[in-house]
């Protein structure tokens, strides 16, 4: 569930992991990993490469499902442990905030929602995108917001090849 590597140049900044990827031990090892790729343009041989790419999510554990799907990350979780984390990836270009709850921790000023947030992308700076969850499950917010596609994705994959580029090691 979690993937760091002191030279990592993407930070990927989740939720918590849900049943099949706290079964496989691997992040984003689901249709919501194949999507998060997809929107960012590259390989999974790159996605995994923690020199590359960090992926710390909220939580390392399974919340159990609640009504509307799985529950938030516990928060004891990244009380515990998230800041020490960060502070060990020093090199980190580009962080992707994915979902409402790594939204609350990085982006403490956000808008009211997480549809607002996504949309106003632009106000926090190149360094951090903030996203929806890439799950299947939010394939309606997908169709109802077509900006997302139009506008965000094609900056977000020109922020993450750039962030990547390794010509400049």
Not at 52 to 80: Q, V, W
Not at 138 to 159: G, Q
Request: hydrophobic share 35%; net charge positive.
């Amino acid at each position: 569930m979690l993937q760091v590597g002191a030279h990592a140049k993407i930070l990927v900044a989740g939720q918590a992991p849900g049943r099949r990827v706290h079964e496989s031990g691997v992040p984003f090892d689901d249709p919501s990993g194949n999507r998060l790729r997809e929107w960012l343009g590259i390989s999974r041989d790159v996605f995994y490469d923690p020199e590359k790419i960090a992926i710390l999510p909220m939580g390392f554990c399974y919340p159990g499902t609640g009504k509307s799907g799985d529950l938030p990350p516990r928060p004891e979780c990244a009380k515990a442990w998230r800041q020490q984390l960060l502070q060990s990836l020093g090199q980190i270009e580009l962080t992707l905030v994915i979902g409402q709850y790594a939204q609350r921790w990085h982006l403490p000023n956000t808008h009211k929602n997480l549809t607002e947030t996504v949309r106003a992308w632009r106000d926090y700076g190149p360094e951090i995108i903030p996203l929806p969850h890439p799950s299947p499950r939010n394939n309606i917010w997908l169709k109802r917001n077509p900006w997302f596609s139009e506008s965000l994705l094609p900056d977000l994959r020109k922020a993450a090849h750039k962030a990547l580029d390794t010509s400049r090691d």
